[in-house]
DNA sequence: AAAATACATATTGCATACATTTTGTAAATC
DNA sequence: GATTTACAAAATGTATGCAATATGTATTTT
């Protein structure tokens, strides 16, 4: 394995992402060219062509003389997240359901049973990659040029608010994360069947549910005990 | 003046943007990194992160090692358009009437202006950019960072397209752009008024009748004319 | 002592030489 | 004569040294 630019140039976007959906590495977090450089074995020209790349994306921001940071995340990028989403999200199933393939069809089924196995024997990170890539593939089948920027976009950020509750703390934590797996074999069905509506109507259940579990982070139930203590311990 | 590189940059990116909207360069055109470091007076690496940012952007396709080319479009492209044109513009300009800050209004008026003035008296390339600047800015009222990068894929690939229908050739054509400068009045009235129904609705006539340019275009009345000849002279 | 300024250091941006890949051309082979 | 192969030319990709910009620190000034 000769191990060529070409392919370090791959590795390293590909581990950046992955760390970036994560939150491995946090929104606003500062990339250092030259770490990114030693540790990848890229000389300075590629890296950087490596993170305008990432920032066309919309994983990064480049800010002249000032390098590369993690593209943040705030209160109103969130506004913007949960009005844009759920018309983005059904547009694609819809246009899924129409023009999938059939390689596609299996290939969103094996990224399913990828997602199951994360969910019973996976780290937070491993369910939230699958989950990522289960719909990444939505977007593949739909393939309509003109919307898979912004559903990307979408999917990087819904990827990094996940994380949160792909680590479930409580049974009813534990209840949503199968009831969206449940929905996967569903909308899987309804893509399978050409069915455009049943797969918009799933779409906006799907929506929903995750919208519930965000929404149950952001604005968590108010604390019924003393100041100074948290309702549960979080490890580390 | 002293024309540091970033200006060269900045005026290069731009030139390159204009070039490509108006069909200046076609789709599928081969860039020639020699040839533009000649007549941008960049070396090498900046040009090809300009070329990146392009990319990004969605103005050009890198291909490894085979250099950029203008961005394709195809009858399948057409197709992604339609189905995904109604829905973007429906949802800026919605969104557009809730967030416009009193100088975006400002901005956009004057944007209508240079729009009017340059169908009394500009090129078709003058219409285009006008008409272009125009939808930027409702994107930029709107501000929901998900949406834009879809919206300035579609921006792109009107501007290109409507480059055809601000020749106009017949007085119906006349009459539709017109049409359109009409209602650009309207809906900068109903955006000044918050008034998000109104806009929504103006965005659906808006894109009905650049539809209507469009199909008319591509799918243009028969030829009841022999073979051999064009039913009307275009000049040059 | 607080603020401002000058300087040193670190980081980013650019230019150019070199390596690799592609592509066009001509010779050779069948 | 058509196809294949070898080679040459051109274009793309990479590495590195140098320039420009930003940042932190120490010194000076009030």
Redesign the pocket.
Known sequence: MPD???D??AHLLDRLKRAILTQGMRPGA?????QLCADS?????????VLRELAGLGYVE???????RVSEMSHTTLRDFFLAAPMIYGAILRLAALNAAPAQIEAIKAAQEDFRAALHRGSTTDRTLANNRFHEITGEMAGNIYLLPSFHRLLIDHARISMTFYRPVTPAMVENVSEASQQHDAIIAAIAARDEATAAQLAEDHWNLSRNQIESFVMPAGMDQPLGTLPRSTSA
């Not at 500062?30 to 030259?34: M, S």
């Not at 074995?41 to 062509?49: A, D, H």
């Not at 480049?62 to 590369?68: K, S, V």
């Open positions: 060529t630019t070409k370090r140039k500062d990339l250092d060219e030259a074995g890229l000389s300075r020209t590629p890296l950087r062509e480049l800010r002249t003389n000032r390098g590369a």
